[in-house]
T-cell receptor, first 111, second 115 residues
Framework: RKEVEQDPGPFNVPEGATVAFNCTYS??????FFWYRQDCRKEPKLLMS???SGNEDGRFTAQLNRASQYISLLIRDSKLSDSATYLC????????????FGKGTHLIIQP | NAGVMQNPRHLVRRRGQEARLRCSPM?????VYWYRQLPEEGLKFMVY????????ESGMPKERFSAEFPKEGPSILRIQQVVRGDSAAYFC?????????????FGPGTRLTVT
């Protein structure tokens, strides 16, 4: 069974701090990974794609550990606008059914 | 370039009625995916369509649910004889190529409430 597990949180973090959370996946055949951001009652929006060991985009860094089957997302210098739910997604190939979404980690940045 | 459009944004139906959810993909996108998100749950894949073809419906409930993507017009997700458990947010996504390559773009979703 394909599963993607995330700590639901909420993570309460002061503005300006660094926060990191992990996502574990059970399907060792997973090829690529994505982090999506979902604001309350809105659609998911792609934040980062992770195809190899990791990816960095500004304040956001995603890292992949295939041996331990987890992906992490690190947010530096957090902003109030980073408050959202972060969805981890694993893709194992075979088409649309190969995408498995985690339930998300809820992040709250506090002033 | 308008994004993925879904309508209605909110839909209220009584038990036993039919619900029709519409999705217009981004311009130039020929791949459409439907997902369901229950409260406090992750997104669950339902069906993947291309124009006039259902490619993968492995996530669709066996009864009452159907989807189409006609040659002209939006993709339709149809739920017959709705029950309270169908209450959820239904998201449509589109991509220019099959999933797993460039990312999917999600629509704003339709929130279905069954009373």
């Amino acid at each position: 069974r394909k599963e993607v597990e995330q700590d639901p949180g909420p993570f309460n973090v002061p503005e300006g701090a660094t926060v990191a959370f992990n996502c574990t996946y059970s399907n060792s055949a997973s090829q690529s990974f994505f982090w999506y951001r979902q604001d309350c009652r809105k659609e998911p929006k792609l934040l980062m794609s992770v195809y190899s060991s990791g990816n960095e985009d500004g304040r956001f860094t995603a890292q992949l550990n295939r041996a331990s089957q987890y992906i992490s997302l690190l947010i530096r210098d957090s902003k109030l606008s980073d408050s959202a739910t972060y969805l981890c997604v694993a893709y194992s190939g075979g088409g649309a059914d190969g995408l498995t979404f985690g339930k998300g980690t809820h992040l709250i940045i506090q002033p | 370039n308008a994004g993925v459009m879904q309508n209605p944004r909110h839909l209220v139906r009584r038990r036993g009625q039919e619900a029709r959810l519409r999705c217009s993909p981004m311009k130039g996108h020929s791949h459409v995916y439907w997902y369901r998100q229950l409260p406090e749950e992750g997104l669950k894949f339902m069906v993947y369509l291309q124009k006039e073809n259902i490619i993968d419906e492995s996530g669709m409930p066996k009864e009452r649910f159907s989807a189409e993507f006609p040659k002209e017009g939006p993709s339709i997700l149809r739920i017959q004889q709705v029950v309270r458990g169908d209450s959820a947010a239904y998201f449509c996504a589109s991509s220019p190529v099959p999933v797993g390559e460039p990312e999917q773009y999600f629509g704003p979703g339709t929130r279905l409430t069954v009373t």
